[in-house]
């Protein structure tokens, strides 16, 4: 059993650095960034996309709890808007003492069912194709493949 409540500003805070660092790590891999750039980057990406924080309009962090009360991880969420038709999850992260015991699962269905609860219709989210794990999730949770962005190294 999991439930969602509102992240606070401390917890997104305290998330935030290693958020940063995985994700400019797969930029580096996914070859869509430098090492000399990608730091920067990256943290003005998400200066961009959280100005407020927690209280950025048309988002939603959300930390999972488990039925004994631990935070086992977080969801980011946009609203739909002019950007997107439909909802959008930024991040899903399961902490490393709780992985492989269903807790991303979990926390992507209870993101369902609040966004249900608000009207939206349809969930969208990009997933790094070196990321098979994350991929075989969203797959087993009903997520297709819209699109295929491909590339070839030619060094």
């Not at 000399?36 to 959280?50: H, K």
């Not at 977080?74 to 992260?93: H, M, N, T």
Request: proline fraction near 5%; glycine fraction near 10%.
């Amino acid at each position: 059993m999991l439930v969602l409540r509102a992240m606070t500003q401390d917890e997104l805070e305290a998330r935030l650095p290693v958020l940063h660092e995985e994700y400019a790590d797969d930029e580096l891999r996914a070859g869509r960034d430098r090492p000399e750039t990608v730091r920067s980057n990256v943290a003005a990406l998400f200066r961009q996309l959280l100005p407020d924080g927690v209280a950025t309009p048309g988002h939603l962090l959300f930390s999972g709890v488990d039925d004994g009360g631990a935070v086992v991880g977080w969801i980011w969420l946009a609203l739909p808007g002019a950007k997107r038709p439909q909802a959008w999850v930024y991040e899903v992260q399961v902490d490393p003492p709780f992985r492989r015991r269903g807790f991303g699962r979990a926390l992507v269905l209870a993101a369902e069912e609040e966004l249900r609860s608000r009207g939206v219709s349809e969930l969208g989210l990009n997933v790094f194709g070196h990321n098979v794990g994350a991929r075989s999730l969203y797959e087993s949770l009903g997520f297709s493949v819209k699109s295929i962005t491909m590339a070839k190294d030619l060094a």
